[in-house]
Every structure is written in structure tokens, then in C-alpha cells.
């Protein structure tokens, strides 16, 4: 049920944002309202359910990128890889990082047991810079999310057709910049 609850929402968030109705959720799922509050307490405990399973899902997006470069010293060919696996995630997931990393919901305040999840992608990232350079490599992280963000959310509608090639201009040249080999 946790699950059915939690792709209704999921649902929700595409359609109506971070905005969460639990009474809507429970409509769609056939039950009354008071029914949802056995599984979550509060609209905040099940927002906190997605974005924790956001960035879950993410994590492992970044991860699983990471893992599949089998030369660990090819820190160019693991940013680059990494980069790509979380723009087809978050293009994949245009809720869930919109929940992760756009507007902050009024009046929910985020508790630590989404601090793990959260750092997954950064930790995976901050290994490749670690292996490169970290001062550049911050510089290029924001720039990444910034690229995700631009192009999540129509930053460049109108402006750039070849969306694709121009992601992969913007992080290759980001490797540049961070002085990963080629």
C-alpha cells in the first residue's frame, strides 16, 4: 500500500508540483483520507518519503554510471558518464528534481533522514573530483545542476534546438575546464 500511496503521489507531483493533496491521493486510490494517515502522518512525512526516494534513485543512477567505467584512473570518461546518466535521469524524472532541486515547498523543512540519500550523487561525483581537482570540479558541479536546470525547465526553449549535443558540448567542456585527460 505504502507503494500504491507513493505513485499516486508521485503522480500528483507531476501534474499539481510539490503541492500535495493527501485527500486527492486517497480519492484516486479509493480510500477516505483518514485511511492514508495508518501509512504517513502528515503531507510532510510522505514528501519526505519521495524526495528520500529521489534521491535514492538518483544515487544509484550516478552510481551505476560510475561502477560501469571499469579504468578508474579515466576520471574524464567517469565524469562524462556520470553526467549522462543524471541528465537521463532527471529528463526521465522532471517531478522528482523539481521536488529535489527547484522551488523549496512553503513550510516543509526537510528532515535529516533525507541527508544520506541526498549526498549519493555527490559523493559519486566528489570521488571523480576527488581523483581530478576539487576547486574546478565545484565550479563545474554547479554548472552541471545549472545545464539540468536551464534545460529542465525551458531556460533554453527557443534558443537551443540540438539539445542533446549541446549538453554534451557543456559537460565535455566542463571536463575540460576541471582538466580531466582525455
Partial sequence: MIDEIKAAARRHLATDGANLSLRAIARELGLVSSALYRYFASRDELLTALIVDAYNDMGEAAESADRAITDRTDTRARWLAVSRALRTWTLANP????????????GYVAPTDTLSPATRPVQVLGKILADATMARGLIAWTLLFGALSFELFGRINNTINEREEWFTHQTTEMATYIGLPR
Avoid at 95 to 106: F, I, K, R, W
Fill in 95 to 106: 517531478a522528482e528534481y523539481g521536488l529535489l532541486y527547484g522551488t523549496p515547498v512553503p
